[in-house]
């Protein structure tokens, strides 16, 4: 597995967007493709600030990716910088593949300067437990619940 920069791949946006929106919504609308594809071009264009994007190639195909951004929330506006957000392609998972993204976040946040990370999750706190985050808050705003959670980096 091999992590490279958005920024060095753009050439690989619209895949990468399609097949986050295949593991958010198993069939993507073309409005959402259109809107993720957007957000992945703007997303894309740094590699020593914010906002910043990695994707994960298994041989010569991406197979996931992370986005490292300055603010997620108009209501949580004073918490930075945010993971938004993690996927892998479900035919590669289990395989450390997340992991190894979120740990290369970690690394580039830090190097950033900055000493924690934020993200939300209303399917995945467990996951994100095991990697050591905290959960900070539980909000429901749909009856389901979706956690805050939090990781003090060095």
Not at 86 to 102: A, D, E, P
């Amino acid at each position: 597995m091999e992590i490279r920069f958005l920024t060095d791949c753009r050439e690989f946006i619209p895949a990468i967007a399609c097949l986050q929106q295949m593991e958010m919504y198993k069939i993507p609308s073309n409005r959402n493709l259109l809107k993720a594809i957007k957000k992945f071009e703007i997303r894309s264009k740094k590699r020593d600030g914010l906002p910043l994007t990695l994707v994960a190639f298994m041989d010569t195909l991406p197979v996931g990716s992370i986005c490292l951004i300055d603010r997620e929330l108009d209501s949580h506006t004073h918490l930075s910088p945010w993971i938004a957000p993690l996927f892998v392609s479900s035919h590669y998972r289990n395989r450390g593949i997340g992991k190894s993204l979120m740990e290369e976040a970690e690394r580039l946040a830090s190097s950033l300067g900055h000493k924690e990370i934020f993200l939300f999750t209303d399917a995945a706190r467990e996951y994100y437990e095991k990697l050591n985050w905290e959960t900070i808050e539980t909000v429901y705003p749909t009856g389901k619940p979706t956690s805050f959670l939090m990781k003090k980096i060095v």
